[in-house]
T-cell receptor, first 117, second 112 residues
Framework: ETGVTQTPRHLVMGMTNKKSLKCEQH?????MYWYKQSAKKPLELMFV???????ENNSVPSRFSPECPNSSHLFLHLHTLQPEDSALYLC????????????????FGQGTRLTVV | DQQVKQNSPSLSVQEGRISILNCDYT??????FLWYKKYPAEGPTFLIS?????DKNEDGRFTVFLNKSAKHLSLHIVPSQPGDSAVYFC???????????FGTGTKLQVIP
C-alpha cells in the first residue's frame, strides 16, 4: 500500500462510452501525474498537475481529459476511446514536481487496467 | 526517440547470485536516475536513486552504478532472492521541472 489509490482496478468500455478513472492520495503531496503503460513500451507521461494546476499536457489526444479538483484527487475522463488506448493507466504523486528524494520520492498507485472493445 | 533504454527485456538469475540490470540514456541533461520495481497487479515502487554527482549508491543488497561518460547505469542485486522477481524500470530526470522519463523495463526472474 503506497498511499495512492486508484479506482477502478479494471475497466472494460466500448468505444462510444464515457468513463472516468479516479486517483486519490492523502500523503500531502502537491504534484500528481497520469502515466500510460502499454505492452513493451516505456511508461508514458500523460499529464502533470502541481498545486492543482496542469503543468504538462504531453500531446495527449483530447479523448483523454484530466481533472484535478483538489490536491488529493485526480481524475482522467475518457470518451470515444480507441482499442489502441487499452493499457495500464498509472497515477503517481510526489511532494513537489519531479521524483527526487530531496523533494520527496514519487509514489504510484496500483493502476487501472483499461480494455477498450 | 527513446531517451532511456533498457535493452534486455528479461533476465534469469539463480538465487544467491548477482543480478545486473542495465540502462542506457541519451539525454545529457539528465542528472538524476532512479530504479523502480514493479510486481504484477501493483504499481511501480521506488527502489534506489543516484544523482549525477555520484558514481555509486548502495542500499542493502541494491547498488546503482553510474557511468556518465558512457551514459550508462546499472543496478546490482546481491545476493538475488526469489522475492526480487519483478519488472525493473530505469528512469531519468533533469532539466526543466525535472520531467521523468522511463525505460521499457527488464523482467527479472530469480530461480530458487
Amino acid at each position: 500500500e503506497t498511499g495512492v489509490t486508484q479506482t477502478p482496478r479494471h475497466l472494460v468500455m466500448g468505444m462510444t462510452n464515457k468513463k472516468s478513472l479516479k486517483c486519490e492520495q492523502h500523503l500531502g503531496h502537491n504534484a500528481m501525474y497520469w502515466y500510460k503503460q502499454s505492452a513493451k513500451k516505456p511508461l508514458e507521461l500523460m499529464f502533470v498537475y502541481s498545486l492543482e494546476e496542469r503543468v504538462e499536457n504531453n500531446s495527449v489526444p483530447s479523448r483523454f481529459s484530466p481533472e484535478c479538483p483538489n490536491s488529493s484527487h485526480l481524475f482522467l475522463h475518457l470518451h470515444t476511446l480507441q482499442p489502441e488506448d487499452s493499457a495500464l493507466y498509472l497515477c503517481a504523486s510526489s511532494q513537489m514536481l519531479g521524483f527526487r528524494l530531496s523533494q520527496g520520492e514519487a509514489f504510484f498507485g496500483q493502476g487501472t487496467r483499461l480494455t477498450v472493445v | 526517440d527513446q531517451q532511456v533504454k533498457q535493452n534486455s527485456p528479461s533476465l534469469s538469475v539463480q538465487e544467491g547470485r548477482i543480478s545486473i540490470l542495465n540502462c542506457d540514456y541519451t539525454n545529457s541533461m539528465f542528472d538524476y536516475f532512479l530504479w523502480y520495481k514493479k510486481y504484477p497487479a501493483e504499481g511501480p515502487t521506488f527502489l534506489i536513486s543516484i544523482s549525477s554527482i555520484k558514481d555509486k549508491n548502495e542500499d542493502g543488497r541494491f547498488t546503482v552504478f553510474l557511468n556518465k561518460s558512457a551514459k550508462h547505469l546499472s543496478l546490482h542485486i546481491v545476493p538475488s532472492q526469489p522475492g526480487d522477481s519483478a519488472v525493473y524500470f530505469c528512469a531519468a530526470s533533469g532539466g526543466g521541472y525535472q520531467k521523468v522519463t522511463f525505460g521499457t523495463g527488464t523482467k527479472l526472474q530469480v530461480i530458487p
